[in-house]
């Protein structure tokens, strides 16, 4: 890895690590990730420097385990069965990991700025791969988040009749996710919610030709998703 040779690095580190008597899925990640980063260099004409290589190898190493995190996700780890780790939990080290691998990354991104070789050009688009990767990882450790219990109505479109965010609400669900596992669902058709409304909602003018009445079916009219959302709850509520 020090001389930029990765695919040699990464048949070495499959080697050795098969032959551990624990190995495990940190073994394929970890020569995955060296591979990946290969991807973006081309052959070096200048070996960097020893602080870089070290950089490039922690990184992959945290992004490796941040990787086998996920990956041991199950069924059992959303809903807490057979001692399987709260998926909340899992998401949570894994963006530990994944944070590591980033700061990194930055560094090397960094030092790129300062006049190094020409082959480690690629590092800043490897960076925003794992920036972007991140992102998801936040929203899903946010959710599964074990210190505070949370509920989300989630609801179901169809798309054979058009709405702004797709499509119109057939079904709609609550789940309850506690201690970072889910603990309670719950799906029922949207018509059933409706007709639980004792006030009759005069809906958008430009809507008026096809309803007389609004209800959480038809409550994402609106091509802002925020806004569309607001309302959908607040069809919830009522």
Known sequence: ISDFRFNEAAQKIRMVRQSQEQASHSATLFSSFASLIALYFSPPV?????????????????????????????????????????????????????????????????????????????????????????????????????????????????????RATGGVIDAYGIITIQDGILTRSSIDAARNLDGQLEANIIPPRQFQNATTA???????????FPTSARKIASFYKK
């Open 46 to 162: 200048t070996a960097p420097s020893d602080d870089i290589s070290e950089q490039l190898q922690d990184a992959a190493r945290s992004a490796a385990k941040g990787y086998e995190l996920l990956l041991s996700i199950s069924a059992d780890s959303f809903f807490g069965k057979n001692g399987a780790q709260p998926v909340g939990t899992l998401f949570g080290q894994a963006e530990q990991e994944i944070k590591n691998a980033q700061g990194l990354l930055a560094k090397v991104k960094d030092a790129t700025r300062e006049g190094l070789p020409a082959t480690l050009s690629s590092m800043p688009l490897l960076a925003a791969q794992q920036d972007r990767f991140a992102s998801y990882l936040r929203l899903a450790r946010w959710a599964f988040d074990p210190e505070r219990t949370k509920r989300f109505l989630v609801v179901f479109q169809n798309q054979d009749a058009p």
């Open 214 to 224: 609004w209800g959480m079916r038809d409550a994402n009219w609106f091509l802002d």
